[in-house]
C-alpha cells in the first residue's frame, strides 16, 4: 500500500513537469503560426497629403505604429520637446494627482527678452541638420517656445456690448484667419456669409446672433518687404471694429499661433460663445445652413443630457473635412515640408481644408491642454493633436467641401444645398454667389 503511494507520487512528481513542457511548446508553436499567419487590416486611405500630387504614388500610407510613440525619438526635436512635457505633466510619475492642473507654462523673462531682440539668441535646441532646412522651418524652430505675444488691436467689447437686447451671447462666433492686405476678402465676407448680427437659418428660422472677426499677424516694413498698410487698417477697424492683431509676422508657418492666441482672447474676452467657426478668408459658408445643423446639433447634446441626467455634461463637439491617416509631407520644394528630423509619426486625425466648427466649450478645452502640446508649424495639425490630447476626434461632415464642386456642377445653385463650406472663392466670386443663393433658395 505504502509503496504504491511512493510510486504515484514519483509518476505526479516526473509526469506533470512533462506535461507542462508539451503545453507550453504547443502554446508557443500556435503563437507562431499565428503571428506568420496575421495580415494587418486593409485601412482605406481617405487623403491625400497636402502639396503632394494627385499620382497614386503620393497617397498618404497608413499608420505604421502608433501616433504617439510611448518611445522617445531621439532624433526629431517636437517629439523630443513633447516627450519632455508629457512627463512634466504626468499624474502618476508626478504622485499627485490633485495637480492635474497644471499651471500654466509661462516664458522666463529672459528667454521673453532674448526673443524680441534677436531670435538667434533664443534657447531653442538646435536640429542636426538645421543649416540645410527651408527659411521657414528654421524660423519655427528658433520661435517655437515662444507663444505670447501682444494685442495690437483688440475687441474687448465684441461679445459685452448690446445687453440691453440680451444680445450679447454669439450662437456662432466666426473667427478668419486673414492678412493685412486682404481687404477685399473681409469685406465681401462681411457682406456675405460672415454679416454680424442675428442670422435667420435656413430651414430652421431660429437661428442665432453671429459675430464676425478676423485675426490678423504683422505684415509690414519690419517683417518683410510690405508695404505699410496699417493706416488703411486702423481706418477699418475704426469703421468695422472686427480686427484682432497680434504683434507676430503673419506667415504661413506662424499660423498655429493665431488658433492658440485666438482660443486665449476667446476665454477672456467671449468665453459664452456657443460656437466657434474658424476658417480662412477664401472660403464659401452657408451661414444660414450652418446654423440650422448647429441648432441641431444643441437640441441633440440637451436631450442627451437630460436622459442621462447629466446636466453638467459640456459639448464636445468639432466638425469638419477630417483627414486620417496622414503622414507628414517629406517633399523639402513643398509648403507643408516637415523634415524627419523635426517630427516622425503620422497625424492624428484633424479637421483641414480651410474651416472647422466647434462648440465653445471645446474651444476652452482646447485652450487649456494646447499648454501641454508643443507647437507644430501647421496649423490644422495641431488643432488635431490638441484634440489628441483631450483623448477626442473630429467628426466628418460632408457638406465641408475642400476640394470644391465638380466644375459642371459649380455655378448651379442648387448644387450648393447640402454644401456648409466650400474652398475657395475669391472676392467676387463670394458675392455673386451669395446673391445667387438668396433668390434660388425657395427653388430648390
Ligand atoms: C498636490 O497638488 C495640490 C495642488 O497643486 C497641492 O495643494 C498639494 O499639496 C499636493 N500634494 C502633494 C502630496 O504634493
Ligand atoms: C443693440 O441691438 C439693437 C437691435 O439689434 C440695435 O438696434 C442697437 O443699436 C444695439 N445697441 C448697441 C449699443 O449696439
Ligand atoms: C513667427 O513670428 C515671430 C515673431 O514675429 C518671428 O520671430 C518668427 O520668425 C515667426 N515664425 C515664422 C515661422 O515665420
Ligand atoms: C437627476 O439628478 C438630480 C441631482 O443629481 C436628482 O435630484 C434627480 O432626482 C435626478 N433625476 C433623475 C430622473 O434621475
Redesign the pocket.
Known amino acids: 500500500m505504502a509503496r504504491c503511494r511512493c510510486n504515484g507520487k514519483l509518476l505526479c512528481m516526473c509526469l506533470l513537469p512533462c506535461m507542462m513542457t508539451g503545453h507550453l511548446l504547443i502554446y508557443v508553436m500556435v503563437s507562431i503560426f499565428v503571428t506568420i499567419s496575421y495580415t494587418p487590416p486593409q485601412i482605406i486611405v481617405h487623403y491625400i497629403a497636402p502639396g503632394a500630387s494627385t499620382n497614386s504614388e503620393a497617397l498618404a500610407r497608413h499608420p505604421m505604429g502608433p501616433f504617439w510613440n510611448l518611445r522617445l525619438e531621439e532624433s526629431a526635436l517636437w517629439n523630443r520637446l513633447q516627450h519632455v512635457w508629457d512627463r512634466q505633466h504626468n499624474p502618476i510619475l508626478r504622485?499627485?494627482?490633485?495637480?492635474t492642473?497644471v499651471p500654466k507654462t509661462k516664458l522666463s523673462p529672459l528667454v521673453k527678452e532674448a526673443c524680441s531682440s534677436d531670435p538667434y539668441k533664443c534657447l531653442a535646441p538646435r536640429l542636426s541638420d538645421f543649416d540645410s532646412l527651408p527659411e521657414q522651418m528654421r524660423a519655427f524652430v528658433l520661435s517655437m517656445h515662444c507663444r505670447e505675444y501682444p494685442l495690437l488691436i483688440n475687441q474687448p467689447g465684441m461679445c459685452s456690448g448690446n445687453r440691453t437686447f440680451g444680445l450679447d451671447n454669439p450662437m456662432l462666433l466666426i473667427a478668419v484667419k486673414s492678412q493685412v492686405g486682404n481687404f477685399e476678402n473681409r469685406q465681401a465676407i462681411r457682406e456675405t456669409w460672415g454679416r454680424s448680427g442675428f442670422v435667420r437659418g435656413e430651414i430652421n428660422r431660429r437661428g442665432g446672433l453671429v459675430r464676425t472677426v478676423f485675426l490678423l499677424g504683422r505684415q509690414d516694413s519690419s517683417t518683410g518687404p510690405y508695404p505699410d498698410l496699417n493706416r488703411l487698417l486702423e481706418l477699418e477697424n475704426q469703421q468695422f471694429s472686427d480686427i484682432l492683431q497680434w504683434d507676430f509676422r503673419d506667415t504661413f508657418f506662424n499660423l498655429t499661433l493665431k488658433d492658440l492666441l485666438f482660443w486665449h482672447w476667446l476665454q477672456e474676452h467671449c468665453p459664452s460663445a456657443v460656437f466657434i467657426f474658424k476658417g480662412d478668408d477664401d472660403v464659401f459658408v452657408r451661414t444660414g445652413a450652418l446654423l440650422d445643423y448647429l441648432h441641431k446639433q444643441w437640441e441633440e447634446h440637451n436631450m442627451w443630457r437630460a436622459s442621462r441626467n447629466e446636466t453638467e455634461a459640456l459639448m464636445d463637439l468639432i466638425v469638419g473635412d477630417v483627414i486620417s491617416n496622414a503622414k507628414p509631407n517629406r517633399e523639402p520644394t513643398v509648403k507643408y515640408y516637415i523634415p524627419e528630423s523635426f517630427y516622425k509619426g503620422v497625424y492624428p486625425p484633424y479637421a483641414g481644408g480651410g474651416g472647422v466648427v466647434y462648440s465653445g466649450s471645446l474651444a476652452l478645452r482646447l485652450r487649456e491642454v494646447s499648454d501641454r502640446v508643443q507647437l507644430f508649424p501647421i496649423d490644422d495639425v495641431y488643432l488635431g493633436m490638441c484634440l489628441h490630447r483631450l483623448g477626442l476626434s473630429p467628426r466628418h461632415h460632408p457638406g465641408f467641401l475642400t476640394f470644391d464642386l465638380p466644375e459642371a456642377e459649380k455655378d448651379k445653385p442648387c448644387a450648393y444645398r447640402s454644401v456648409l463650406l466650400v474652398h475657395k472663392r475669391s472676392p467676387k466670386e463670394m458675392l455673386a454667389l451669395w446673391r445667387r443663393l438668396q433668390t434660388s433658395r425657395a427653388r430648390c
Do not use: E, V, W
Request: charged residues 15%.
Open positions: 504622485g499627485n494627482t490633485s495637480a492642473k
